[in-house]
């Protein structure tokens, strides 16, 4: 899984308000809380660490890790993900496949022009903050917020949904992602 590999950086990641969902509603099933709240750390800590490795390695190392960590993290095996990155507009909003997800986390695409890599922005800690999780068999789905510090100090929160499902391995696999700036008026 994706903690593996990750185990070995040296990334700040607040873990807090991981364990204190408002509301977790179980069903029954295969999958756990705990796995679940596992997967959104292991998460936060590679868009951490592909930041940091973009700064001391280089973007053909950033986007090695990144393509790990979308085939270790994401259900693309499975079928299309339901990913609605943050900062994507039309006609590329949706990203359903790896291709689209890796071109999303660090730039660098011909397919993809306008996007300048998210995970690239000097992220160095991302707190998750769910409202609700919500687990029914071999599928999970969670809301809140996820709150990303950057190397400047300034904080970006969004709001993020995620699904999981255990694939055939019994591992917990993103299937939707979507993300996007808080409503202000």
Known sequence: MIKTLIASAVVSLSVASLAHATEVTHLGGDITEEQVLAAQQAWGEALVNISNTYESEGIDAASELAQAVIESAYGYEMGPVLFKPTLAAAPQTFRT?????????????????????????GWQEVTIDNAAIFISGDTAMTMGNVSMLDSEGNTTVVDKSWGYQLDDEGELRIVLHHSSLPFTE
């Open 97 to 121: 496949t790896p291709e689209g997800a890796l071109a999303y986390f660090v730039g660098h695409s011909d397919e993809f022009p306008n996007d300048s890599g998210f995970a690239l922005k």
